[in-house]
Nanobody, 124 residues
Framework: QVQLVESGGGLVQAGGSLRLSCAAS????????MAWFRQAPGKASEFVAA????????YYADSVKGRFTISRDNAKNTVFLQMSGLKPEDTAVYCC?????????????????WGQGTQVTVSS
């Protein structure tokens, strides 16, 4: 089993920046890829960005390309999401996920483990 704990969320003004962290523990050797999803109240989870654990290949949703950057520190079993140029529509609970497959997917159903989420609020 893998446990994921997110941190770094908070309140920022539009145009500001924020960095989220996700620390993995347990059977971290089984992780093939990690990603970030977000969910606003009353809405379904939305894919944000993903990265393969070994090769570091990345993929982003069109809505965040050029503004968000996903990265990872293999030694610390941690993945990051650097967010810049934040917009009010970025407001959501951001969840870290992990897959045993070493392939990126934009579908929530392809991931095996989920974190508890961290709140990001962007004020206008």
């Amino acid at each position: 089993q893998v446990q994921l704990v997110e941190s770094g969320g908070g309140l920022v003004q539009a145009g500001g920046s924020l960095r989220l962290s996700c620390a993995a523990s347990g059977r971290t050797f089984s992780i093939g890829a990690m990603a970030w999803f977000r969910q606003a109240p009353g809405k379904a989870s939305e894919f944000v960005a993903a990265i393969t654990w070994s090769g570091g290949s990345t993929y982003y949703a069109d809505s965040v390309k050029g503004r968000f950057t996903i990265s990872r520190d293999n030694a610390k079993n941690t993945v990051f999401l650097q967010m810049s140029g934040l917009k009010p529509e970025d407001t959501a609970v951001y969840c870290c996920v992990a897959s045993r497959k070493s392939a990126i997917s934009t579908s929530r159903y392809e991931y095996d483990y989920w974190g508890q989420g961290t709140q990001v609020t962007v004020s206008s």
